[in-house]
């Protein structure tokens, strides 16, 4: 595969869609890179190039170090070498540390990362581990379980809670008993109905069919047909995105709360920020609520009035000191109606996402 003119040899090898070409200078063989392929695909040139330029650690620049620069300019190749790197090679009779072994590669940024490694026995080479930057960076989720609401089946959590609802406890016993079995009925009703779980590498918007994809693109047999799957599975994941973006803005509503709208704003204008300690102590905000509390405008007469009408009801006999009575089912239910989704458990644990698919034997 040589060309005829090339003083180099050289082979090239593919992994996972990169080809890695190796060259090496033969003995007794003057430098020159005239021989030296170039591919407009992603490519990766290494080997023992034996040429001394300052770019890469050596003290001065000889002929073959310059055609080297000179080539990879005019291939617009990029050199991977760190100095804070150990040393290439050590030669054994001089005790001296050079970096014949060189990588270019003609990759869009970022760049692959190289590391010297330990010696390799009975070589004064050290090997050369380069390792690509996986474009697709997956996130590391917080080891919390949490219930996976966009997979729910609602359908199977509102028939479980109906016919569990049948068991329940008397509401005229023990209070407290009824609740734990009704927390209990919920809980047990989410964990046959609603996906719970967490990923420790998560990448958004990725499914099985992504995983489909994904596995056609390993088991490609030429490198045609890998670029296709490639580019199968990068459309994919550009149109779940896509999908999710629409889904995102429209279930944006000034409605009941603007927090989740001007959330997505701040994050696509970049004004996200950490939010700042407030300085305001705990008795001035009581102070301020109870302010709140109090109608600056409000006629005395009135408030008087009101005052004594309270009193009379309380000193009437036969009627409830607490002015309490007991509420209705309709009241219940459109107070569940009222109810907002997606919002922090409470105490018990119980999701507001719950209450507004109960069966209605718990309602009733």
Not at 77 to 106: C, I, M, Y
Not at 172 to 186: E, G, H, R
Request: charged residues 20%; hydrophobic residues 35%; glycine residues 4%.
């Amino acid at each position: 595969m040589c060309p005829e003119n090339s003083l180099l040899e050289w082979t090239a090898t593919e992994v996972e869609g990169v080809t890695i070409i190796n060259a090496y200078k033969p003995p007794s063989v003057k430098m020159d890179t005239t021989g030296l392929p170039y591919l407009s695909r992603p490519c990766m040139y290494a080997g023992d190039f034996n040429g001394h330029s300052t770019k890469w650690g050596y003290r001065s620049t000889n002929a073959s170090g310059e055609a080297l620069e000179d080539w990879a300019f005019a291939s617009s190749l990029s050199l991977l070498h760190e100095p804070k790197q150990p040393d290439s090679f050590h030669s054994h009779r001089w005790n001296t540390g050079t970096n014949p072994d060189l990588a270019f590669v003609n990759l869009a940024t970022p760049l692959p990362h190289l590391t010297i490694l330990e010696p390799f026995p009975k070589s004064q080479h050290r090997p050369s581990l380069i390792q690509p930057i996986n474009p697709i960076k997956p996130l590391t989720a917080k080891l919390v379980l949490r219930w996976n609401f966009r997979k729910a089946r609602w359908e199977q959590f509102n028939s479980l809670t109906e016919l569990g609802g049948e068991s329940l406890p008397d509401p005229s016993s023990n209070l407290d008993t009824v609740y734990s079995a009704f927390c209990q009925l919920l809980h047990s009703s989410a964990l046959m109905s609603i996906p719970r779980g967490c990923r420790r590498q998560y990448i958004p918007t990725w499914n099985s069919e992504c995983d489909q994809r994904y596995n056609a693109f390993l088991m490609a047999e030429s490198r045609v047909d890998s670029d296709f799957k490639a580019e199968e599975l990068t459309s994919c994941l550009h149109r779940k995105r896509r999908e999710r973006w629409i889904e995102s803005v429209e279930g944006i509503s000034f409605t009941h709360s603007s927090k989740k709208a001007w959330k997505t704003f701040n994050r696509l204008t970049g004004r996200c920020a950490r939010p700042r300690q407030c300085p305001v102590t705990a008795n001035a905000i009581a102070h301020q609520l109870l302010a709140n509390g109090r109608y600056a405008g409000a006629c005395k007469a009135h408030s008087l009035s009101v005052k004594r009408q309270c009193s009379a009801l309380w000193k009437t006999p036969g009627v409830d000191r607490h002015l309490t009575s007991l509420f209705t089912s309709e009241e219940l239910t459109h107070a569940i109606e009222l109810l907002k989704c997606g919002k922090t458990q409470r105490p018990d644990n119980i999701p507001p996402d719950f209450l507004k698919h109960l069966g209605h034997n718990c309602l009733s």
